[in-house]
């Protein structure tokens, strides 16, 4: 799944101009074992732009404890969107203290059509937002979240990501 951030129009078209022609994640991710309700999953940490951008897009299947994570170099309100996704994936955006801010079952959207521009398509895609600043968003496979009772105002506990004390 790539990411929308809340940016300049002019800023947006030309970062998905630039990796539009994206070739799919060939390094290997490290990944950080995160108790959700007493279930452990093991998230993919996706620290940089480019692998922030991709998500979890372009998988046909995600691990039902298995996702990623994404750890913003600073809390700020931003939204996901489901981007050259082929499965459903949940997503939970987080502030600094790993609490629960905001929650989202994503299905999958209609694919980019061979005539459809990327400027096209991107303003089709439905924007699932934040809401407040976040510090965090984790993604899942589609209903998982929901599956293990996760609710606004949960926290996880994130402290070897750098978050607060994780209560």
């Not at 499965?87 to 600094?96: E, G, K, T, Y």
């Amino acid at each position: 799944m790539r990411r929308w951030r809340m940016m300049g129009t002019a800023a947006t078209l030309a970062l998905v101009a630039a990796l539009a022609g994206a070739q799919p994640l060939a390094k290997q991710l490290d990944s950080i074992d995160v108790w959700i309700h007493g279930e452990r999953f093991v998230l993919e940490v996706a620290r940089d732009p480019q692998t922030q951008f991709r998500g979890l897009g372009g998988r046909p299947h995600i691990d039902a404890n298995g996702g990623m994570i994404f750890p913003f170099p600073a809390p700020h309100p931003t939204a996901f969107v489901m981007r050259d996704c082929l499965v459903p994936i949940d997503v939970a955006f987080l502030d600094a203290d790993g609490r629960v801010i905001s929650i989202y079952e994503m299905p999958v959207e209609p694919p980019r059509q061979p005539d459809e521009t990327p400027m096209a398509y991107e303003a089709r895609l439905k924007r699932y937002p934040s809401g407040l600043p976040a510090s965090f968003a984790i993604e899942t496979a589609g209903g998982r979240l929901r599956a293990v009772g996760l609710r606004p105002g949960d926290t996880i506990d994130l402290r070897q990501l750098g978050a607060g004390s994780g209560r």
